[in-house]
């Protein structure tokens, strides 16, 4: 079972930047394209970035322009660099495969996630 580890999240005032990491226990990013996903108090999970086999990305609307996905496929390793941050992205931040025909269009395992607060 493929296991993810979130790291990078924190503290920040609005208007600041973050850099969200996420490890893959397995070399995966060929296989499956992966997400970048968050959950707020009292709100369902929800998709804010994407990105595909071959490196196209997608963003929600409320990511667009602000957050940008990446991945180093030889490090096992996804990010996600988030500027001019907003109180309303304040949430648990989870990385996982995109529902596909190669997953059983089901998530894999879940991590921890990695909180990230902003501050007004």
């Known amino acids: 079972q493929v296991q993810f580890v979130e790291s990078g999240g924190g503290l920040v005032q609005s208007g600041g930047s973050l850099r969200l990491s996420c490890a893959a226990s397995?070399?995966?990013?060929?296989?499956?394209?992966m997400g970048w996903y968050r959950q707020a108090p009292e709100k369902q999970r929800e998709l804010v970035a994407a990105?595909?086999?071959?490196?196209?990305?997608n963003y929600a609307d409320s990511g667009n322009g602000r957050f940008t996905i990446s991945k180093d496929n030889a490090k096992n390793t996804m990010y996600l660099q988030m500027n001019s941050l907003k109180p309303e992205d304040t949430a648990v931040y989870y990385c996982?495969?995109?529902?596909?025909?190669?997953?059983?269009?089901?998530?894999?395992?879940w991590g921890q996630g990695t909180q990230v607060t902003v501050k007004k």
């Open positions: 996982n495969a995109l529902p596909s025909e190669a997953n059983g269009w089901r998530p894999l395992q």
């Open positions: 990105i595909t086999t071959d490196d196209n990305t």
């Open positions: 397995e070399s995966i990013f060929s296989i499956y394209g």
